[in-house]
């Protein structure tokens, strides 16, 4: 399997064993109530439709169900969208870090912010740098302005 080269051999165990945990009737596939009471489990919801979306968007054999193969290659799938996403991500940084310094200073946030369309208030631009600024040092580093992103 074409996906399985991309993970190494303990990544795959602990995919098998979460798929084998959300396959409850021990069908070998994940059916789409089977999916939603996964994501019940975890605190998250999503409607039928949105459901049998992610299913169709992974079930190559068009079964209606995602059997393991089809799992690992929706999890490589999203992994190769994720890097292309990061490196958008870092060179709107990059962009954004006008001193080359590293880390965004409130101003380089708020010239950067500001310019969006609708331009974002002041008061909303303190919120989302309180809300990054892990080590408080009033600056958000690359670090930080990641895991922002990936929280949105």
């Given at each position: 399997?074409?996906?399985?080269?991309?993970?190494?051999?303990?990544?795959?165990?602990?995919?098998?064993?979460?798929?084998?945990?959300?396959?409850?009737?021990?069908?070998?596939?994940?059916?789409?109530?089977?999916?939603?009471?996964?994501?019940?489990?975890?605190?998250?919801?999503?409607?039928?439709?949105?459901?049998?979306?992610?299913?169709?968007?992974?079930?190559?054999?068009?079964?209606?169900?995602?059997?393991?193969?089809?799992?690992?290659?929706?999890?490589?799938?999203?992994?190769?969208?994720?890097?292309?996403?990061?490196?958008?991500?870092?060179?709107?940084?990059?962009?954004?870090?006008?001193?080359?310094?590293g880390s965004l200073s409130?101003?380089?946030?708020?010239?950067?912010?500001?310019?969006?369309?609708?331009?974002?208030?002041?008061?909303?631009?303190?919120?989302?740098?309180?809300?990054?600024?892990?080590?408080?040092?009033?600056?958000?580093?690359?670090?930080?302005?990641?895991?922002?992103?990936?929280?949105?």
């Amino acid at each position: 399997m074409a996906a399985q080269l991309l993970f190494t051999d303990e990544e795959v165990t602990e995919f098998k064993r979460r798929f084998k945990n959300k396959d409850t009737d021990k069908s070998k596939s994940i059916t789409a109530e089977e999916l939603g009471e996964f994501f019940k489990s975890t605190g998250k919801s999503y409607t039928d439709k949105q459901i049998d979306k992610m299913i169709s968007d992974v079930d190559t054999d068009e079964s209606g169900t995602i059997d393991f193969s089809e799992m690992l290659m929706g999890i490589a799938e999203q992994m190769v969208k994720w890097t292309w996403k990061e490196e958008h991500y870092t060179k709107a940084f990059d962009d954004m870090d006008k001193d080359g310094n590293g880390s965004l200073s409130p101003q380089e946030l708020r010239e950067a912010l500001s310019a969006s369309k609708p331009p974002m208030k002041r008061k909303k631009i303190k919120a989302i740098i309180q809300k990054a600024d892990a080590n408080k040092d009033g600056k958000i580093d690359r670090e930080e302005f990641m895991k922002l992103i990936k929280s949105c």
